[in-house]
């Protein structure tokens, strides 16, 4: 690099007294990339993405593979509110696995920001297309999930001695983890657990017998659909089949 000419000075002098080589890059950037490669100095903390895409790129350029692996880890830590900004940078920058995690923990809402710009040339339409793809058919395919696994619960109250507050318990049910899934579609058990925080709770007393006693979480024969059992069981069951939603499209996609 130092045999290659260089342009002249300030001062329009091309020779100078100590070899130097002009670096496009920003100063912060080259300055961050010294710190993680200088042995004995704290690596530094990165906390925008977009200065990572330019460590990325910077690393990349100069083929510095050595922090290829601290930075693929600072990639991680902007999952999931960053997810379609780390999606990009790891197509760009051959990054199958974090490509795949992003795609994962996605929503169709993280598409549309303004604030990727011109970033999104970077990558490319078939990249681009298996993303959107992938989000709108889960959030299509879930959404449709959670409504018949817990829409067609709401029937089988015409038994019971609450038709009329059953079918309003698993209305709402039904609505807010519809609500939850599009902001968050790798839901836990946990996570539907949550939404009774949210909804009326079931009414009790139900008269049919079995309704409330024994039983276990797969046992089927429970008459009454509102049982805490019951409605436990339901989740558990949606949980799982969101989960193996999730791992389904993930595969055949990416």
Excluded at 52 to 75: P, Q, V
Excluded at 193 to 201: K, W
């Amino acid at each position: 690099m130092f045999t290659l000419p260089q342009p002249p000075d300030r001062n329009g002098n091309r020779e100078l007294d100590i070899p130097t080589v002009d670096i496009p890059d920003s100063p912060r950037v080259f300055d961050t990339i010294l710190r993680f490669i200088y042995p004995g100095v704290e690596p530094p903390n990165v906390g925008n993405i977009f200065t990572l895409t330019a460590l990325f790129s910077a690393a990349d350029k100069y083929n510095i593979t050595s922090i290829y692996r601290i930075l693929r880890e600072h990639l991680r830590t902007f999952l999931p509110n960053g997810s379609f900004m780390v999606y990009i940078i790891a197509c760009r920058f051959g990054l199958p696995e974090e490509a795949k995690e992003a795609a994962r923990v996605s929503t169709s809402r993280s598409i549309v920001n303004r604030h990727f710009g011109r970033n999104v040339e970077h990558i490319s339409a078939q990249d681009l297309y298996r993303f959107v793809q992938f989000v709108q058919e889960r959030e299509y395919m879930g959404l449709a999930k959670i409504k018949y696994l817990l829409g067609r619960e709401r029937v089988y109250t015409s038994g019971c001695d609450h038709w009329d507050s059953g079918q309003d318990f698993y209305y709402h049910l039904e609505k807010e983890i519809g609500e939850l899934f599009i902001r968050k579609p790798c839901l836990e058990l946990g996570d539907l657990f949550g939404v009774f925080d949210e909804i009326p709770d079931p009414p009790t007393g139900c008269r049919l017998a079995g309704g409330y006693g024994g039983g276990d979480d797969d046992d089927d024969t429970l008459s009454c659909p509102l049982a805490p059992i019951a409605i436990r069981r339901h989740l558990k069951k949606l949980a799982t089949e969101l989960k193996s939603l999730n791992h389904d499209l993930l595969k055949g996609a990416f």
